[in-house]
């Protein structure tokens, strides 16, 4: 049996800590193998080969490999096409996509040159398992050198319309370059109706009895793998995690927000509806606290920088008008925070507050429900749009561009008699049991062993071009 070969943007430099990286490397120090990400440092030497960076790693089980980038690099291959063009496809926000033929080439050049890198490095019988948008063309690279081994694919952000891809120079080589993959693995049925939808409208795809798609001469193995966290962990890091550096709100009054600082979070809207849920509240001796964490993110993009000034005018307009001199309603930490302090707010929190406008699942809703105290445990309020909405049905589910809606649930939550939250606690909670992190890896993992390899007639004309 050959090794299991992960290829995502980054690698882990010290000790694991997160749920995707702390499954990924828990299934390699199960299995052996490699972890190829792109090197954090920015070098323009050495670009021809992977650096071994398995020092890194307390246990030498599997080896951690990393490609370099150089600057121009960086800004077309990651900040460009990865984050200008596809991360707002993807997210419903075409608006905001940044069209530069550099950033097509070099998004091509770095997949290409990754490609030869890890060619060089496989054996016969290894498989590999590609994660996100940065290397969605890497198997049709590989598949032109000759390469025939398994490859899956896993793409953790939503799946994108069929008519936001006509955004894309070369629309039709999305579905190309999916095809050369043997697995493609996504995170919602939503996801899962979309992706079918545009090999529907390619002539080139036919559905095959067994639900696989037959795409030219190439077979495709379609499935929905809900991803989740480390449920038990997250429990444990909670119960550890220090609340008491957030102020001396009651818990009961505390609502919690947790997220990376993106325009696809829906922040500003939740700070509207935050703010319009002040004006409105029943009860005027009622003085909750709204704390949102929002950790820095790509502030090279321009997007980035735009919606950090909106938050910060926003929290402003809201503590302006509602702060009194004992009681500051809305706290935005625009840092990161140690990830046991959050977890423990979350569960010191009445409410937590997950309204992004577009995710793949959003594991943040999954580790609230987690860090719970079953037998007093909050309120989780989800977007719709979130992938965990999907099963995730006994959240109170809002739409996320009705400040209004949002405002009512935040009422609605604070005034939740204990019996309801319980019940909808447990609901959630047995939907991020039964898809916690080990059984999502294991899924992708078995489902891919049970594709059919790509045969050599196969490795022939393959598009690499957007």
């Given at each position: 049996?050959?090794?299991?070969?992960?290829?995502?943007?980054?690698?882990?430099?010290?000790?694991?800590?997160?749920?995707?990286?702390?499954?990924l490397?828990?299934?390699?120090?199960?299995?052996?193998?490699?972890w190829?990400?792109?090197?954090?440092?920015i070098?323009?030497?050495?670009?021809?080969?992977?650096?071994?960076?398995?020092?890194?790693?307390?246990?030498?089980?599997?080896r951690?490999?990393?490609?370099?980038?150089?600057?121009?690099?960086?800004?077309?291959?990651?900040?460009?096409?990865?984050?200008?063009?596809?991360?707002?496809?993807?997210?419903?926000?075409?608006?905001?996509?940044?069209?530069?033929?550099?950033?097509?080439?070099?998004?091509?050049?770095?997949?290409?040159?990754?490609?030869?890198?890890?060619?060089?490095?496989?054996?016969?019988?290894?498989?590999?398992?590609?994660?996100?948008?940065?290397?969605?063309?890497?198997?049709?690279?590989?598949?032109?050198?000759?390469?025939?081994?398994?490859?899956g694919?896993?793409?953790?952000?939503?799946?994108?319309?069929?008519?936001?891809?006509?955004?894309?120079?070369?629309?039709?080589?999305?579905?190309?370059?999916?095809?050369?993959?043997?697995?493609?693995?996504?995170?919602?049925?939503?996801?899962?109706?979309?992706?079918?939808?545009?090999?529907?409208?390619?002539?080139?795809?036919?559905?095959?009895?067994?639900?696989?798609?037959?795409?030219?001469?190439?077979?495709?193995?379609?499935?929905?793998?809900?991803?989740?966290?480390?449920?038990?962990?997250?429990?444990?890091?909670?119960?550890?995690?220090?609340?008491?550096?957030?102020?001396?709100?009651?818990?009961?009054?505390?609502?919690?927000?947790?997220?990376?600082?993106?325009?696809?979070?829906?922040?500003?809207?939740?700070?509207?509806?935050?703010?319009?849920?002040?004006?409105?509240?029943?009860?005027?001796?009622?003085?909750?606290?709204?704390?949102?964490?929002?950790?820095?993110?790509?502030?090279?993009?321009?997007?980035?920088?735009?919606?950090?000034?909106?938050?910060a005018?926003?929290?402003?307009?809201?503590?302006?008008?509602?702060?009194?001199?004992?009681?500051?309603?809305?706290?935005?930490?625009?840092?990161?925070?140690?990830?046991?302090?959050?977890l423990?707010?979350?569960?010191?929190?009445?409410?937590?507050?997950?309204?992004?406008?577009a995710?793949?699942?959003?594991?943040?809703?999954?580790?609230?429900?987690?860090?719970?105290?079953?037998?007093?445990?909050?309120?989780?309020?989800?977007?719709?749009?979130?992938?965990?909405?999907?099963?995730?049905?006994?959240?109170?589910?809002?739409?996320?561009?009705?400040?209004?809606?949002?405002?009512?649930?935040?009422?609605?939550?604070?005034a939740?008699?204990?019996?309801?939250?319980?019940?909808?606690?447990?609901?959630?909670?047995?939907?991020?049991?039964?898809?916690?992190?080990?059984?999502?890896a294991?899924?992708?993992?078995?489902?891919?062993?049970?594709?059919?390899?790509?045969?050599?007639?196969?490795?022939?004309?393959?598009?690499?071009?957007?």
């Amino acid at each position: 049996m050959g090794r299991l070969i992960v290829v995502s943007n980054r690698v882990p430099t010290e000790n694991p800590s997160g749920g995707l990286v702390v499954a990924l490397h828990d299934v390699l120090m199960q299995r052996g193998g490699l972890w190829i990400g792109a090197d954090p440092q920015i070098c323009e030497e050495g670009r021809d080969r992977l650096h071994d960076m398995s020092d890194t790693n307390p246990d030498p089980a599997y080896r951690k490999l990393v490609f370099r980038l150089n600057a121009q690099e960086r800004r077309n291959y990651y900040e460009g096409f990865a984050n200008s063009v596809l991360w707002p496809v993807c997210h419903r926000r075409t608006d905001l996509v940044e069209m530069r033929s550099e950033y097509r080439a070099d998004y091509l050049a770095v997949n290409m040159r990754l490609a030869r890198l890890i060619a060089r490095e496989l054996g016969p019988d290894d498989q590999l398992w590609v994660h996100d948008y940065h290397f969605l063309p890497l198997a049709s690279m590989l598949r032109s050198l000759g390469v025939r081994n398994r490859i899956g694919f896993f793409l953790h952000i939503p799946f994108p319309n069929i008519t936001d891809l006509s955004v894309l120079p070369s629309p039709e080589n999305f579905a190309e370059w999916l095809s050369d993959f043997n697995l493609v693995g996504l995170q919602t049925r939503g996801d899962t109706a979309r992706c079918l939808e545009m090999f529907r409208a390619d002539r080139r795809a036919e559905f095959m009895r067994d639900g696989t798609i037959k795409f030219d001469d190439h077979v495709l193995t379609l499935g929905s793998f809900p991803i989740g966290i480390d449920v038990q962990g997250v429990n444990e890091a909670a119960r550890r995690g220090r609340s008491d550096r957030f102020g001396p709100v009651a818990p009961q009054d505390r609502i919690i927000g947790a997220d990376r600082l993106d325009y696809s979070k829906g922040l500003p809207q939740k700070f509207r509806a935050f703010g319009r849920y002040l004006d409105q509240r029943p009860q005027i001796e009622r003085r909750p606290t709204f704390t949102q964490i929002a950790a820095p993110s790509r502030g090279e993009v321009s997007a980035y920088k735009q919606i950090t000034r909106e938050l910060a005018q926003i929290s402003g307009e809201v503590n302006g008008a509602y702060s009194e001199l004992d009681w500051t309603p809305l706290r935005l930490i625009h840092r990161s925070v140690p990830r046991e302090d959050v977890l423990g707010l979350c569960r010191q929190a009445r409410v937590g507050l997950v309204t992004p406008l577009a995710d793949g699942m959003n594991l943040v809703a999954k580790e609230f429900i987690a860090a719970q105290n079953p037998q007093d445990p909050g309120v989780l309020i989800l977007s719709r749009f979130a992938g965990a909405a999907e099963d995730m049905t006994e959240a109170v589910q809002v739409n996320p561009h009705d400040v209004d809606e949002i405002a009512e649930a935040i009422s609605y939550a604070l005034a939740m008699p204990h019996g309801e939250r319980l019940r909808r606690y447990e609901a959630c909670a047995q939907v991020v049991w039964s898809t916690q992190i080990s059984t999502w890896a294991e899924r992708c993992l078995t489902r891919l062993a049970q594709c059919t390899p790509t045969l050599r007639s196969h490795i022939s004309n393959h598009r690499i071009a957007v």
